[in-house]
């Protein structure tokens, strides 16, 4: 174990969360290594995005040891956690309707090298090329979510926290995104993924948790095998 | 032998037991006003009892219905007006005088209170601040109300046409008939059905909408009921100090009711008459000092909204409910299962 | 309207826009007060009632620096706003963030008590009665138009006025630092999830603010008298002028506060003792019609 501890990038133990007086994460335990995809499984309620906001430091309060890197950011603020190299894709998209497609994507900083430049970007996403001086929010749902995927490519970041990048989407959309994941793993970036649809995730997945009330329920470490994801799917469609 | 009266059950007891504490705090109450004009000034006393109207009717608004009235000086100001003019220059008696004065508070009420609930939060406050000041100009610039000198020697006159009010003791017990009145009424309001869906409203406006409550109206009722009230107070405060004067449809009038409200406590039931007495009398006492009054109000100010929000009733409340709490708290502790099986005797 | 005939029938065309020259100039403190109201409501969801005090405390820094330390016009247009800038800063910093999570109405509240403790002490030490202020020796004296008589000073005043808030506008609107802005004025957390310190932002924000009503009021001190009172007065006006514009708009407030101040000056000629009351009759009519503000974009 504590082999697998040091060399993971995300390393969360018996991590606790509140919303206000709200006690949503329970005792949470996972670990993330470099270049892995691993998935956050569960219903709507489950706690899959309240982990992600705790990872962030987007949440009220937390307890419970969070290691990015083998440094402890249970306690940091989330600007902190950010320029360690940590990125953040939230459940809705997040794009500022004052603001136009360039300026969305050039928002967040660069924090250190090794991130995108504009014209990689465009290449991995050339609709947002079009798109470019149009208001953020006049985009399509797809769209949307490129450009929220897009945008904290520059930063230099290579963690990546994606909050249910497919939901609300038609299945074309979805397969492009699989696509640009798969091509994001490629490239060497560690991600974090949450999503309710398990076909998607069981793509692209090496490890998959599944969350109920808070609490990690199932840890599936080789996420290739057939049955134990129709396990999942029957469990969470239950 | 069986006995033949019946067996009073605990709801019912503790209602009762309730009513009694309600009647022994209206009596105590009473009784306090009763011989308030004995320990301070008839006059200081009187004052105190005005502004408390005015505050309560503040209150009602702000620790009530959520909505802070900023503007609220326009009411008891155009009452104070009104009763004057009428008292003065119509020969109207103290009663028909006050109701004029309170009449056109709750028009006028009506009317700003439709306009500024046409935005929500911050706009409203802003609104109404706004429409006070014009009726701040309008009282600066219109005739009868005699511009900066204001309308003075107002006639006290005689009550119903024949109790005189000259001496300051009858005024008194005037006024308080008059304060016990606006009281009560603010009393009733907020402890009825409307009380509760006020309450609704001030806590999540939404959610009353969605259970089918028609939020504006509601706040439209609260709000003129509570320029009614400030007007009541205004148009007594005429008559006690024979004058009507600016300082009364000013900002810092407006200010003072909040001032009042927010260190007595917004949103308990007496907190605004005792802060009405604090500041009223923290106000007598520092007159003398000039502007140092405006300095400690706004130190005030900043003290309750940083870390005195629930104001001294407020706090007295909670005080007062702290060892239920911690009964509360041991029994929750006390009847927490323990991981033990069952069966182990 | 037989007033309004007579008042038409004496009018000369100097009299008239000289009226609406005081109206516009009176516009454009409106402007850059409601201007700096907006850039501190947006950011921090703070309806800033010692705006009016700040802009008192530039003036009379001004008025103080001149009559203690000789100090002149100019220096002070850059002083005054910096020192009390930071004033600002600081307030910000230790007092007004403890509020943030409250009702926007306790906002309101502290900074009504802040102001209420600014003028009480300046009252205290000056009296209420205002102080005169001398135009500077360079913007003394005026041209003849022709169809007016044009004060220097009133035209320095409406030039810095509206290049300060064209300045300001164009910055938050166009500039790479205005889309953080404005950014965070939208989704402040996932604006830090990016890396940014977002309470420095705001920090700095209420300090621009601030200075914004320093500067104003430094324009100010040798049209209108500098009295501690000052603020007060017009801050309730400037209130009115967020009302009808809308606080969610940059523009929105610069162009309210100069259409305030326009109609001001037209009431002055044609019904003077309305002049007054006039913001808020227009106040009462824009809720009326179109209850979001002329330009108001958050209901």
Same mark, same amino acid.
């Given at each position: ?238 | 032998?069986?006995? !033949? /009266?019946? &067996?009073?059950?605990?709801? $019912? ?9 309600? *009647? %022994? +705090? ?52 155009? !009452? /104070?007006? &009104?009763?004057?003019?009428? $008292? ?9 005088? *006050? %109701? +004029? ?245 | ?299």
């Amino acid at each position: 174990m504590t082999n697998e501890a040091t060399s993971a990038v995300l390393c969360v133990r018996d991590l606790h969360g509140w919303y206000g007086d709200s006690h949503v994460l329970h005792a949470v335990s996972f670990d993330v290594r470099p270049g892995q995809l691993v998935t956050l499984l569960g219903r709507n309620g489950a706690g899959k995005s309240t982990t992600l906001k705790a990872m962030m430091g987007l949440l009220d309060k937390r307890r419970g040891s969070i290691l990015f890197r083998g440094k402890e950011t249970i306690a940091a603020q989330a600007n902190q956690i950010a320029r360690q190299g940590l990125a953040y894709c939230p459940e809705d998209r997040g794009i500022f309707a004052t603001l136009s497609v360039e300026e969305n994507l050039r928002l967040p900083p660069k924090i250190r090298d090794g991130g995108m430049g504009i014209e990689a970007i465009y290449r991995l996403f050339p609709n947002l090329k079009d798109r470019a001086k149009s208001v953020g929010t006049k985009l399509s749902g797809g769209e949307q979510q490129m450009l929220a995927i897009a945008r904290i490519l520059r930063t230099g970041a290579d963690t990546l926290l994606l909050d249910e990048p497919t939901e609300g989407l038609a299945p074309v959309i979805v397969k492009q995104i699989g696509a640009v994941i798969r091509e994001l793993k490629g490239l060497g970036y560690t991600i974090l993924l949450v999503e309710q649809n398990i076909k998607f995730a069981a793509k692209v997945a090496d490890q998959h948790y599944v969350l109920e009330n808070g609490r990690v329920v199932e840890h599936i470490p080789h996420a290739a095998h057939a049955d134990e994801v129709r396990g999942i799917a029957n469990y969470l469609h239950a | 032998m069986l006995m !033949a /009266s019946p &067996v009073k059950t605990p709801v $019912a007891a503790k209602a009762a037991d309730a009513r009694r504490r309600q *009647i %022994l +705090a209206w009596g105590l109450g009473i009784a306090v006003l009763a011989v308030f004009p004995f320990m301070v000034y008839p006059l200081f006393a009187m004052k105190v009892l005005c502004f408390a109207l005015f505050a309560c009717s503040f209150n009602l608004l702000f620790g009530f219905a959520g909505l802070l009235s900023f503007g609220h000086a326009a009411y008891f100001g155009i !009452a /104070s007006y &009104v009763t004057a003019e009428s $008292a003065k220059y119509w020969g109207l008696t103290p009663e028909l005088s *006050i %109701l +004029a004065g309170t009449a056109v508070a709750i028009v006028l009420g009506a009317a700003f209170g439709w306009l500024a609930i046409r935005r929500q939060g911050i706009y409203f406050s802003m609104i109404t601040l706004a429409l006070a000041q014009m009726v701040f100009f309008f009282c600066l610039q219109a005739e009868f109300t005699g511009g900066e000198d204001g309308i003075q020697s107002v006639p006290r006159g005689d009550l119903f046409g024949v109790i005189p009010l000259g001496s300051h003791m009858a005024m008194y017990y005037f006024v308080m008939v008059v304060f016990l009145i606006g009281f009560l009424i603010i009393y009733r309001t907020i402890n009825s059905p409307f009380g509760q869906v006020l309450r609704a409203v001030r806590d999540n406006d939404i959610k009353a909408t969605s259970l089918g409550i028609k939020t504006r109206h509601v706040k439209l009722a609260a709000f003129v009921i509570s320029a009614g009230v400030a007007g009541l107070g205004g148009a007594t405060k005429a008559l006690v100090f024979q004058l009507a004067s600016l300082t009364d449809v000013s900002w810092q009038a407006s200010g003072e009711a909040v001032l009042m409200t927010v260190l007595g406590g917004a949103g308990t039931l007496t907190g605004p008459v005792v802060g009405a007495l604090i500041v009223t009398g923290m106000q007598q006492y520092l007159a003398q000092f000039g502007s140092w009054v405006t300095i400690i109000q706004g130190a005030i100010f900043v003290v309750c909204v940083l870390a005195f929000r629930r104001g001294i009733v407020g706090e007295l409340d909670r005080i007062a409910h702290l060892p239920t709490v911690w009964r509360r708290r041991r029994a929750e502790r006390r009847f927490t299962p323990a991981p033990r099986p069952t069966t182990d005797f | 309207m037989h007033n309004l005939m007579d008042t038409l029938s004496n009018l000369s065309i100097d009299a008239f826009m000289g009226q609406l020259m005081l109206g516009l100039i009176n516009g454009a403190f409106y402007a850059m007060l409601s201007l700096g109201l907006a850039l501190i409501f947006g950011m921090l969801n703070i309806v800033n009632f010692v705006h009016g005090a700040q802009y008192m405390l530039g003036a009379m820094l001004a008025w103080i620096l001149l009559q203690t330390l000789g100090i002149n016009y100019w220096v002070s247009l850059l002083l005054a706003p910096f020192i009390v800038g930071a004033f600002g800063l600081l307030l910000e910093r230790f007092v007004l963030r403890r509020v943030y999570a409250l009702d926007p109405a306790y906002g309101l509240l502290l900074t009504f008590g802040i102001a209420l403790l600014l003028e009480g002490s300046f009252r205290q030490k000056l009296g209420s009665s205002g102080q005169p202020y001398a135009i500077p020796a360079e913007l003394r004296g005026g041209w003849d138009l022709g169809f007016m008589y044009m004060p220097t000073y009133r035209a320095w005043v409406l030039i810095a006025s509206i290049t300060i808030c064209f300045a300001v506008w164009y910055v938050f609107e166009r500039t790479r630092l205005g889309s953080y802005l404005r950014a965070a004025t939208e989704k402040p957390q996932l604006v830090r999830a990016f890396g940014i310190d977002v309470s420095k932002m705001i920090n700095l924000t209420y300090g621009l603010g601030v200075a914004l009503a320093a500067v104003a009021g430094v324009l100010a001190a040798p049209i209108y008298q500098v009295s501690p009172l000052m603020g007060s007065n017009i801050i309730i006006v400037v209130f009115a002028v967020v009302v009808i514009g809308g606080l969610g708009s940059m523009s929105g407030a610069i162009v309210s506060g100069f259409l305030v101040g326009f109609v001001e000056g037209l009431t002055k000629v044609f019904y003077p003792a309305a002049s007054s009351t006039v913001v808020f009759v227009l106040m009462a009519c824009v809720l009326l019609v179109k209850p979001a503000g002329l330009f108001g974009r958050r209901a």
